[in-house]
């Protein structure tokens, strides 16, 4: 596969506490700017997903990650060359917004009303299915 072709990772941080997800409004003058996301960030070049999501979640919102589970879910938006992979968190630390414009711990039915970025919608859809 050339490289103009092959799937950039991107990891998306799950971070549920007592029934509530963390997720992030996107800068206005990022894509999707203005919608809400699981926090995280594109793979670099030899890290692995725990490597990167340690680094974007300090970067991000200055969170320190205590603990990294599975991937839940992976997908990618059509016409897309990022494959988001969604994989549970523990974090310790109040978000600090370095990059984002808001967040929120929202529910699961809260967050099915929130506009998501396309493939957190989809990723919502899948959590609300498998519980």
Known sequence: MS??????????AVVEISGRYLVCKRPMNKHHGGL???????????ESFSEALERELREELELEVVSIGKTIFSSSEVGSRFRINFIGVSVSGKPVLNEHEDYSFCSLSTLKDLPLAPVDHEFVLHLEVSQ
């Open 3 to 12: 490289i103009e072709n092959r799937l950039i990772d991107v990891v998306a």
């Open 36 to 46: 809400w996301e699981f926090p995280g960030g594109k793979v670099e070049f030899g």
